[in-house]
């Protein structure tokens, strides 16, 4: 009769991905309006007041966070906003 070994529980460890942040950088040459512009035609949901917010805060800090999200949609609109002329950081993980 053949031993009958058991089999071992094979546990499921789910990671979640990492979120990744989309980092608008400040330069000299793209003017406030072409930045919020980009904003609003990029990044989903955005609305004039946020991008206007954000501009700022490139402008006055140097960078700012404009999307958190998914890699592969971080990577679109990081692509889309460099084709258009914005200065961007690498994309980081959250």
Known sequence: MPSVVPQERQQVIRKHYPNYKVIVLND??????????CLMKYIPNMTSDRAWELTNQVHYEGQAIVWVGPQEQAELYHEQLLRAGLTMAPLEPE
């Open 28 to 37: 000299d040459f793209n003017t406030f309006q072409h930045v919020a512009a």
